[in-house]
């Protein structure tokens, strides 16, 4: 796994938090409506539990059963994309 925090939240107004801090207000351009920026950090924060989940997915992979299933060989396929573009790769 990626070293990231994996303990964000996210507060009332839309701040990201980590252990009781503020580490940024709503994300976003400052074009962007409040709740457009609380949307966006809402995903940051629920971005670790999210790739948790695509990595859970992708070692289903091996699996002789669920890879001849097409739509779950393609849900595999997906998941290790995000897990790339996660990680920087």
């Known amino acids: 796994m990626s070293k990231h925090t994996e303990n964000w939240k996210t507060e009332y107004d839309g701040a ?23 949307a966006n950090t809402i ?14 997915i992708a070692s289903f992979s091996d699996d002789a059963y669920l890879s001849g299933h097409p739509e779950f060989s393609a849900m595999v396929d ?8 996660t990680k920087g790769e």
């Open 16 to 38: 990201l938090v980590m252990d009781g801090q503020i580490i940024s207000g709503p994300l976003g351009p400052d074009t962007a409506s409040h709740e457009e920026k609380k």
């Open 43 to 56: 995903l940051a924060a629920s971005a670790p539990e999210m790739l948790k989940l695509a990595e859970h």
């Open 78 to 85: 997906e998941a290790k994309q995000i897990i790339a573009k």
